[in-house]
């Protein structure tokens, strides 16, 4: 079965992430559970070719074996979006990938607090979203963006490493450069 396939299954049955490592079996995060989604362990080679397959960036991918992490995002037709994270380990290459969906999320669709949307008002100032891994930080900095597209009359810039969410312009231009693709870095 092709990746594409594998993917598509995943993401049918209504998988977050999905984990590709040497030595492993295709793995994929569905209802807070990782669930096996092959029978075979994929080899050193195999998650290496996928790895370069995911990869946006010609000169990285002439490069891959000197890379220690790689953040991208893919996207396939019919399947989704996803951002990309390509890491070593244990001289191997593993990838896990996070499901993006195509619909912006809103305040209302997080339960963010009232507060923000005045954050979003602000004519001026510097606005940090940090927290861990899976607590929301992309979410919430897409519906700040939405937020703002569909209420002002502004020019939006984002640097993004990948960009996640891709924002059309409503009442907002909104300009998404993405780290080593648009812009060197931040």
């Known amino acids: 079965m092709s990746m594409e396939k594998i993917i598509k299954a995943a993401v049918d049955r209504g998988a977050s992430d999905l984990h590709i490592k040497a030595g492993d079996v295709f793995r994929a995060r569905i209802h807070g559970k990782l669930v096996a989604l092959t029978k075979q362990a994929l080899t050193p080679e195999q998650t290496r070719a996928i790895a370069l397959h995911l990869m946006t ?20 037709a019919g399947i989704g979006r ?3 994270n ?3 380990q244990r001289g191997t290459f593993m990838i896990v990938m996070r499901v993006i ?3 912006v999320p809103t305040f209302e669709k997080l ?9 979003a008002q602000a004519e001026r100032g510097m606005v940090l979203v940090t927290g861990v891994t899976g607590s929301g930080k992309s979410s919430t900095m897409a519906a700040l963006v939405n ?3 569909q209420h002002e009359n502004r020019h939006i810039l984002t640097l993004e490493n990948p960009i ?6 409503i009442n907002s231009a909104v300009t998404q450069r ?5 812009t060197p870095d931040f």
């Not at 960036?57 to 396939?76: F, G, P, Q, V």
């Not at 996640?164 to 312009?169: G, L, M, S, T, Y």
């Not at 993405?178 to 648009?182: M, R, V």
């Open 111 to 119: 339960r963010l607090p009232p507060v923000l949307a005045r954050v």
């Open 82 to 84: 996803f951002r990309v």
């Open 178 to 182: 993405e780290i080593g693709l648009d």
């Open 101 to 103: 969906p195509f619909e």
């Open 57 to 76: 960036s010609e000169d990285d991918k002439a490069r891959i074996d000197k890379l220690t992490d790689y953040d991208c995002s893919w996207e396939a």
């Open 164 to 169: 996640e969410f891709q924002h059309k312009d």
């Open 86 to 88: 390509i890491m070593r």
């Open 147 to 149: 937020y703002i597209n």
